[in-house]
């Protein structure tokens, strides 16, 4: 079984950085895909971005294209967030996910089986 811990989010001023961290335990995650949820107050969780298993392959929502990087370190077993060019628009809670199996519909809640607790960002406009 595994189990994700997100951290690095926080309160920064609209137009700055955040890196976030996703760090699993419980077995080694090298072999499966990886996403980044977000969930806004009054909002449904919404697809952020996602890596494939070997971080060859990677997606991003349009809102957050050009400005956010997903990336893995598979030997420290941990998935990042790379966020810059921060709005408003940004503040959420932050969900790590992921799944052993071929993620198709990689943007969709339901193709991952496993999620962490979450970490919230808040951007000051």
Not at 59 to 81: H, M
């Amino acid at each position: 079984q595994v189990h994700l811990e997100e951290s690095g989010g926080g309160l920064v001023q609209a137009g700055g950085s955040l890196t976030l961290s996703c760090a699993a335990s419980g077995r080694t995650i090298s072999s499966d895909s990886m996403a980044w949820f977000r969930q806004a107050p009054g909002k449904e969780r919404e697809f952020v971005a996602r890596i494939s298993a070997a971080g060859a392959l990677t997606q991003y929502a349009d809102s957050v294209e050009g400005r956010f990087t997903i990336s893995r370190d598979n030997a420290k077993n941990t998935v990042y967030l790379q966020m810059n060019s921060l709005n408003a628009e940004d503040t959420a809670i932050y969900y790590c996910a992921g799944t052993p199996y071929y993620a198709r519909i990689y943007y969709k809640e339901q193709s991952y089986d496993y999620w962490g607790q979450g970490t919230q960002v808040t951007v000051s406009s």
